[in-house]
């Protein structure tokens, strides 16, 4: 099934005046500046990754397509997934994913590695899947269990294939049906998402997201995900996501339906986006928005995908590139690797960080959460964050007093 996109950018990722693809190797980094000298095993990804990004970049495959097939799940055969990459997370927590793949198509995707070439496929019946877990994990056998279900972790709750196929429409009301049946449940539906406004107002069958959101208040949080990185950027990384204002519309809109949807997901954050100027600009954005809580994130890559990132980040501004590469690929840092080998930034530079962003954030009173793999290899202890934070948040930026 063709679709149009609620939001798009796909016209600049393929039509970037004057930008053109390059190598990224040992010259490419010299000339550049780059002062830290990569492992041959860190360069030989980053020039596999420069030619894989040339040749979709060419044919037109580096994005999704805007179409999606319809499929169908069995039920009972769908594999119960805990979201618990870390093994230590806090919360018992259960996946809701609708959909393989992602029609956002983020260029830095860490489901994916930034790779869109597969075609998505939207499971029309998904909700019976979502009422056999909310029966079987909160139902009579377990009311009084805390769970957070998490709608969606590895795509996003709110595209085209989700909204215009329904699909998201149901899995909200099982969750509302669920409650109609089990008032004393405890079951807490967790929502991360880029969702623009235009999204969250999409009508199926008459009933809007937010109408749906509306019914489930006080068993629910809206988290919404934002990157820091120049706009610019992220209209290209992000092709068919919607821009911030419309994120925070999006929030403003939840919290207007009493709707909790005061902390955000700040991910991925470009390191060399964080000048004081760029710190102020993008957290005094997400403060009018009356958010109060941040979990932060930096961008994890693999080398193949670095190579392409840092020349996007590159075509607005060299030294923000140069910089980019030296924050990853120094030797010391290759074993600073998240899941799937995905590299995060040297480590004293993302210790650095989150203080240079909490140094901020702290005038504005907004409290900060963070990952438990973030925080055991950066060494931040409870005493500087805690686990469960003055505003009751924690991890990923579960709420805590929605039990
Ligand atoms: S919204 Fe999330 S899952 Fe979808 S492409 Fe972007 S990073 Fe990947």
């Known amino acids: 099934m063709d679709y149009n996109p609620l939001y798009s950018h796909a016209s600049k990722v393929y039509g970037l005046p004057g930008f053109e693809p390059a190598v990224v190797d040992a010259d490419y980094l010299k000339d550049l500046g780059v002062e830290v000298v990569p492992s041959a095993h860190t360069l030989e990804g980053l020039e596999r990754g420069s030619s894989v990004f040339a040749s979709r970049l060419a044919g037109r495959t580096l994005i999704p397509r805007t179409s999606f097939e319809l499929s169908q799940i069995d039920p009972s055969a769908v594999k119960t ?32 590695d930034g790779v869109h070439e597969q075609s998505l496929v939207a499971y029309d019946n998904y909700h019976l899947y979502v009422r056999e877990l909310l029966d079987r994990m909160n139902g009579p056998q377990s009311p009084n269990q805390n769970h957070y279900y998490y709608f969606s972790p590895k795509t996003e709750a709110f595209q085209e294939a989700t909204l215009y196929t329904g699909i998201a429409h149901r899995v909200l009301m ?31 069958d008459g009933v809007s997201v937010l109408d749906l959101f509306q019914q489930l208040k006080g068993r629910m949080q809206f988290n919404t995900s934002v990157s820091i990185m120049p706009d610019a950027l992220r209209d290209l990384l992000e092709p068919y996501t919607a821009p911030l204002q419309d994120r925070l519309k999006a929030v403003l ?39 109060i809580n941040y979990k932060p994130e930096f961008l994890t890559a693999c080398m193949e995908n670095l190579a392409m990132l840092g020349q996007y980040l590159g075509y607005f501004d060299k030294s923000l590139e140069r910089q980019l590469y030296s924050d990853y690929i120094g030797p010391a840092n290759a074993d600073h690797l998240k899941q799937r080998g995905r590299t995060a930034p040297d480590r004293a530079l993302s210790v650095e ?51």
């Not at 202890?381 to 007093?401: A, H, K, M, V, W």
Request: with cysteine.
């Open 81 to 112: 997934e805990i979201h618990n990459y870390t093994g230590r997370c806090p919360a018992l927590t259960y996946e809701i994913n609708p959909v393989r793949g992602c029609g956002a198509g983020c260029l830095y995707c860490l489901v994916t």
């Open 174 to 204: 099982e969750f509302i049906s669920h409650f109609e049946r089990f008032p004393e449940s405890q079951a807490r539906l967790f929502v991360a998402s880029k969702a623009g406004i235009r999204h969250l107002e999409y009508k199926y």
């Open 253 to 291: 809109a939840c919290r207007e339906r009493g709707v909790q949807a005061n902390s955000a997901l700040v991910q991925p954050i470009f390191t060399p986006s964080l000048t004081p100027d760029g710190i102020k600009d993008f957290f005094d954005r997400l403060h009018d928005a009356g958010i």
């Open 353 to 403: 960080c989150i203080h240079r962003m909490r140094e901020y954030t702290d005038t504005l009173g907004m409290s900060v959460s963070i990952c438990y793999w973030v925080r055991k290899q950066l060494g931040i202890t409870e005493q500087d964050i805690p686990l469960i934070n003055r505003n009751g948040f924690q991890c990923l930026g579960y709420q805590s007093r929605l039990f």
